[in-house]
């Protein structure tokens, strides 16, 4: 299935690139575990992200690296207001990603 970025109508598809220096995997899994009640993610639907297309994460040198690609900045800055107070709960700020428009979003 080929989805052009005309398809979330005005809003234009994002790439959204965190990285976390000195933070590894175990930080993340508290993430994930607090943004799914303790469950598993291993959908979208698992975790409170409307406008999520699609989510990668792993280790990188010296951190932690996740990549998303959400509908629109807007989705995005509205997961933003779940996900900043869990990371100050843990002890981390939420560091600025870079955001680069999406040319091109295919997905299965």
């Given at each position: 299935?080929?989805?052009?970025?005309?398809?979330?109508?005005?809003?234009?598809?994002?790439?959204?690139?965190?990285?976390?220096?000195?933070?590894?995997?175990?930080?993340?899994?508290?993430?994930?575990?607090?943004?799914?009640?303790?469950?598993?993610?291993t959908s979208?639907?698992?975790?409170?992200a409307?406008?999520?297309?699609?989510?990668?994460?792993?280790?990188?040198?010296?951190?932690?690296?996740?990549?998303?690609?959400?509908?629109?900045?807007?989705?995005?800055?509205?997961?933003?207001?779940?996900?900043?107070?869990?990371?100050?709960?843990?002890?981390?700020?939420?560091?600025?990603?870079?955001?680069?428009?999406?040319?091109?979003?295919?997905?299965?």
């Amino acid at each position: 299935m080929h989805e052009q970025n005309d398809q979330w109508g005005d809003h234009m598809a994002i790439i959204v690139t965190f990285e976390i220096p000195g933070v590894g995997q175990e930080l993340y899994d508290a993430v994930i575990s607090r943004l799914t009640d303790g469950g598993e993610f291993t959908s979208l639907a698992d975790i409170p992200a409307p406008g999520l297309i699609s989510h990668v994460a792993g280790p990188v040198e010296g951190g932690w690296r996740v990549v998303d690609v959400w509908e629109s900045e807007e989705a995005l800055e509205s997961f933003s207001k779940i996900l900043q107070p869990i990371l100050a709960d843990l002890g981390h700020a939420d560091g600025e990603p870079q955001i680069i428009p999406a040319h091109n979003v295919v997905t299965r």
